[in-house]
């Protein structure tokens, strides 16, 4: 398949004052933005830089004019605002002695003063005038700890990976999973297919009505493919550590009451406690390959077998609060718990925000014990724009002592958006930087996103269902990858706040609303700043933290930022 832009490439570029060990980005220029392209031979890494004394700090920036985690480090008590250089201004002895190039610059500084915004707050963009924000971090109050962050090996991305070279396959894992990447510490997959597979598929589809599942006796060729890929992704990020979430789609049809992967569904009551079995089943067998999985859900999207079947065509299985709330009480709590799997935690819900609090309320007034057996809530993103984080608040009020996970995101899915990737768009990696700013705001322990990689087209799956990914892989030659602004925008977040961090206070000041900032406490103690400038030109920000004391940086134009001291 022909790629769907024409890559151009502009030129690789030093990282501020980056250490000569790091490998900074191969910028391309595309249609919608700029991408960092990696090969076998080739692909940008940032070691975290070190603190050289207890009043330093490092900012790690990237922009829409082309930073890509560059690096600038300063002082607490300087005098003068320290300016972040955005990537033009990085090339401007370059840009000087091509007239070209500078009336390229001018007319493209001129278009960003007017920029219609997508994802959770769109209008135009006027020119706005430069302000000076203040953030106050008080590290003495503290919130939610992070559990991690990480991202989805579907069927999908498990086909895409084995059709490239071993060495390009592995700047793939180090990119996500090392710490010299972004450092995902999360993986999730399915329980049978889902709906980035290349087929509708499940465990035991022969013989039907069998409830005692005699033919799920061994991992299917699918499965046993992702165990080689998650090997090979825990020894290239030299780490035993990742957590792997899995979650079911759909049954077999034969446990349904329509006898279908699709459409308005629900599972036969006979079937309770061999489908709570089934589960049981993946866990033994993927034990006995040495995967230990972290975390199940009580199923992905329980209302797409009930209202979303209407406008969903892919494998689903169709609950209501009432019967779910049966199922986890009386089948799959008590056989997970006293099983040799009681510490394997159990997620609810798994669908969108829209459906919270009032699923679990309902569960409760069926089975009052049986929110008890939840040690989680996951929640989708895909009507956030829509339903704001209150009905979450008012989740946690009901269940205060519960983790809470982001567990699938990805754009490209609406009518009104571009179906499939829109290689290098900035304004899709805002909508990420938001969306995960927003939840960490209101104590989501952490943050996974859908498919880690797709193609040019945004699949390939078995209904055509394409949307966006980080990382897209060229497939009309198997021998590139390109990362987006999507995969920096979460690496901001997932390669520097560390798991166990603990959110602290920040506090802004300002007289836009164009600045966003969360702030975490490491383990290590050290102070971790993530600030987004959504605004069409460069910012004043005043940092004044309870400890270190005070300095000022300039960020640039459409910009996120991660600052880390002491």
């Not at 890494?45 to 920036?61: H, I, M, Q, R």
């Amino acid at each position: 398949m022909k790629f769907l832009v024409n890559l151009i490439l502009i030129s690789s570029y030093i990282s501020q004052q980056c250490d000569s060990a790091n490998i900074p980005c191969d910028l391309q220029q595309t249609k919608f933005g700029f991408v960092c392209k990696c090969s076998a031979d080739y692909c940008d890494y940032l070691e975290e830089p070190k603190l050289k004394a207890d009043n330093s700090w490092f900012a790690v920036s990237t922009s829409k004019d082309g930073l890509r985690f560059s690096v600038t480090k300063g002082e607490f008590g300087s005098l003068e605002s320290i300016k972040i250089k955005d990537y033009h201004e990085s090339q401007k002895g370059r840009e000087d002695d091509d007239p070209f190039n500078v009336d390229a610059l001018l007319l493209d500084n001129a278009r960003s003063l007017f920029q219609l915004y997508g994802g959770n707050n769109s209008y135009f963009n006027l020119p706005q005038r430069m302000s000076k924000s203040s953030l106050t971090i008080d590290r003495s109050k503290t919130y939610q700890y992070i559990v991690g962050f990480g991202g989805a090996l579907t069927g999908t991305v498990a086909y895409l990976l084995q059709n490239l070279k071993p060495s390009l396959q592995d700047h793939l894992y180090k990119s996500y999973f090392h710490k010299d990447g972004i450092a995902y510490n999360i993986l999730r997959t399915s329980i049978g297919g889902c709906d980035f597979d290349l087929e509708p598929w499940a465990y035991n589809e022969l013989p039907q009505n069998d409830k005692h599942l005699t033919n799920f006796t061994k991992l299917d060729q699918r499965d046993l493919l992702k165990i080689q890929q998650i090997k090979r992704i825990k020894s290239v990020a030299g780490s035993d550590g990742i957590k792997i979430m899995a979650a079911a789609w759909s049954p077999p049809p034969w446990m349904k009451s329509n006898n279908n992967w699709t459409g308005f569904s629900s599972l036969k009551p006979e079937y309770y406690a061999t489908w709570a079995k089934y589960h049981l089943k993946f866990l033994e067998l993927m034990l006995s390959k040495n995967i230990t999985i972290w975390a199940i859900s009580t199923g992905n999207e329980p209302l797409n077998g009930v209202i979303g079947w209407l406008f969903i065509h892919f494998m689903s299985l169709g609950w209501t609060p009432k019967n779910q709330a049966i199922y986890l009480n009386d089948f799959l709590g008590p056989a997970v718990k006293k099983s040799q799997f009681k510490n394997v935690l159990i997620f609810g819900n798994d669908d969108q925000r829209y459906s919270y609090p009032t699923w679990f309320q309902r569960m409760n007034s069926t089975r009052p014990t049986s929110l008890n057996y939840l040690d989680g809530l996951a929640v989708h993103w895909y009507w956030d724009d829509i339903f704001g984080p209150e009905l979450i608040d008012a989740t946690l009020q009901l269940m205060p002592n519960k983790l809470l996970l982001n567990t699938e995101a990805c754009v490209g899915d609406k009518p009104w958006q571009t179906h499939g990737p829109e290689l290098g768009s900035w304004e899709r990696g805002e909508q990420y930087a938001r969306s995960i700013l927003q939840d960490l705001q209101h104590n989501f322990n952490g943050w996974i996103d859908w498919n880690l990689w797709l193609d040019e087209s945004g699949g390939p799956n078995y209904i055509n269902n394409t949307v966006d990914a980080p990382i897209i892989v060229n497939t009309s030659n198997n021998a590139e990858f390109y990362k987006q602004p999507i995969f920096y925008a979460v690496g901001h977040f997932s390669k520097f706040i560390i798991e166990n961090s603990k959110r602290i206070e920040v506090k802004l000041s300002s007289t836009q609303n164009s600045i966003d900032a969360v702030g975490f406490k490491r383990p290590d103690d050290k102070i971790v700043l993530i600030i987004f400038n959504s605004a069409a030109i460069p910012q004043d920000i005043n940092l004044d933290d309870s400890v270190r004391g005070m300095f000022t940086i300039n960020v640039p134009a459409r910009s996120i930022h991660t600052i880390l001291y002491m």
